[in-house]
């Protein structure tokens, strides 16, 4: 069931709750979220050991050296979070979420989750140094003599071994491992954030009553402002049913974590299982979905000549149980101005689509959001269920405009896109047999990290931050009090924010378990 929506008492309820809180909020946007000093610690201990001192100071230098090259450059990859002390490591929410989670005598399990640190980190730097320019990766070169990325790999088994004989670093590891939210909290605290997040509170209630009708519509009964592009998957899936589903995951979770981690192949195998069907309203050229590219100045652009969708793995930890998740992700050149005064548009827009599957091969709760992060909605598969916490939780809260239609076996889910703004007006469901679609190809969003330049090299679609250049929008300048930076702004995985009132990401791995039961 989806929520009510807001009538002016529960406004102004609200506002009182704000205002009542605002002392508290300010003291508490000022605390360190994590302490980073024992990670600080164990690098100094690494660099005291006379055993392995020379070979560890040295990999410590070269990795510090590698990724002064790469902020001195601008090429930085935000998707994945720095280890303070571990410089060979990188974190997700997820992954600093599960850390604690293990047994620290499961020595399997630890090892296979440092791993994966380890594997994102080279992942990281990888893009990080595709990305430099040529005199840059040359200097580099020269100093270093030898490979940047031979170093790496070379290095993160120089000091991963090193951790590995000292068991301490486990325990050090899992207190220091974090991901920092996507909030400035100066930003709330000099822009008085009780205060200034009553209008934003009074405004999403407005946006709510304005477009969450729709969902209560059949789509075939609503009227378009244009002809509809339908956009399906480009084959039929392998995976037919949630039984083959379910062996499926089960076969991908022989780890010693006992979670589904797909390779390339498998992912694209399940998300072409659990892809939907974009039916997108068309009034102008920037209702066809695309493919980012990057101009000679670096500025985005959208090739629309072949539609494809970006799709991404992640994972939740639900009633204990880490379960995969499928983004998928569509790029529209431009959000366009409805008048002279929007201060919503700008380059480039599009649409996150997420199914989390649930153990048994079946689509547990879909949700989505923009890739500013914004207007994030849930649509849970029944007999999931919003807790009544969540519904009436301090803030934008969770919302849920309709429980999502049950699949019957071959149809995908519709998402119904409007033109222009390109929200999400509705759900159905469908089989593609009479829809005569536009077939779209699959892309990992990895892809995004390292884009061609007409004139040679490469750079990433995203900015340091994760913010792609040249798609700020007018609202920065209202919302700014809510410490998200860039309002507005188009984003890189990791990086969204989902609520301005209140703090949200969209890859806390807890955020279902917390809103949800079944």
Known sequence: MGRPFSDPSRVFARVLVLVALGATLILLSCAVPHDISRGVAWKQTRLNDINAQDEVRRCTEDLATIDDAIVRAGTGDAQAAPIPGFPHLRTTRFLAALGPRINKNDDLAFEYWISWLAQTAIKARAFELANLPQPARVTLHNHLKNNAAAVIKKCTAILRNFDKRHREARNILAATVNVPDDYIDFNRVIGIYPLSAIPVLISFDMWKERNLPSFIHRPGNSRTRGPVSYYAPPTEPKLNSPKMAAAFLQQMATNPLNLPRPDADELRQLAAAFA????????????????????????????????????????????????????????????????????????????????????????????????CGCYHLFFPVPPMVLKDRAANEFGEGTLVPIDAPILDPNQRMVLHISSGNHYLRALSASETGGLAPTRYGFSSMDVLRSLPLPAGGRRSLYGLRGIIPGTERGERFLLWPMGIPNPGAMRQWGTHATAFVGRRHFDDPILIDRAFFR
Request: no cysteine; net charge negative; aromatic share 10%.
């Open 276 to 371: 939907p069907i974009f039916a997108v309203e068309v009034t102008g050229t920037y209702d066809h979905i695309g493919m980012p590219k990057l101009e000679a100045d670096n500025a985005p652009t959208l090739d629309t000549r072949a539609p494809i969708v970006y799709v991404q793995p992640s994972w939740t930890i639900f009633n204990g149980v880490p379960l995969l998740q499928i983004s998928y992700l569509v790029w529209f050149s431009e959000r366009p101005p409805s008048g002279s005064m929007d201060i919503l548009s700008g380059r480039l827009d599009g649409l996150i689509w997420r199914v989390t599957i649930d153990t048994d091969g079946r689509a547990l709760l879909y949700d989505s959001i923009h890739p």
